[in-house]
């Protein structure tokens, strides 16, 4: 979960629009791994298509309803059932669920991989334009309180 503040109005490009919020790695070490033989296994929480946060790993990917605010503060919680189970993968933002994948076809994340916060490093996305504060990874749910 983080705060973000979008400085940058999205285009219309698919992949020119796609910043990331928190993005894996498979290759930090940059010895050569394809990400296509990794897909389940390289996690990522981004904005992408018109500003919507995101989440997924491979091609499981989640999208919410909302868009980020440009130029204002959004706090987003990117949710995941390791198991890909009943809950699923959901995203929060400012309190409200605004995303959610569960069911047979949600697959589980598999991997184990460097984290990086605010860029995608050897994914070629770029880096956040804006700013990430408070940003925090967990391995279990928290509780509501």
């Not at 919507?52 to 919410?64: E, H, N, P």
């Not at 959901?90 to 994340?109: D, M, Q």
Request: net charge negative; hydrophobic share 30%.
């Amino acid at each position: 979960m983080c705060w973000v503040r979008n400085d940058h109005a999205a285009v219309g490009s698919w992949s020119g629009d796609r910043q990331p919020i928190f993005f894996g790695d498979i290759d930090p070490e940059g010895q050569g791994k394809s990400w296509g033989d990794f897909k389940s296994h390289v996690f990522m929480c981004e904005l992408r298509h018109e500003n919507r946060f995101c989440m997924g790993y491979g091609w499981d990917d989640t999208s919410s309803k909302r868009m980020c605010r440009l130029n204002e503060w959004d706090h987003v919680a990117f949710i995941n059932d390791e198991f890909g189970g009943d809950e699923g993968k959901k995203i929060i933002v400012n309190g409200e669920l605004t995303g959610r994948r569960y069911g047979e076809g949600c697959k589980p994340y598999l991997g184990d991989e460097t984290i990086w916060l605010g860029c995608s490093n050897n994914h070629l996305k770029g880096d956040f334009r804006g700013t990430l504060c408070g940003a925090m990874i967990f391995k279990e749910a928290l509780e509501p309180e």
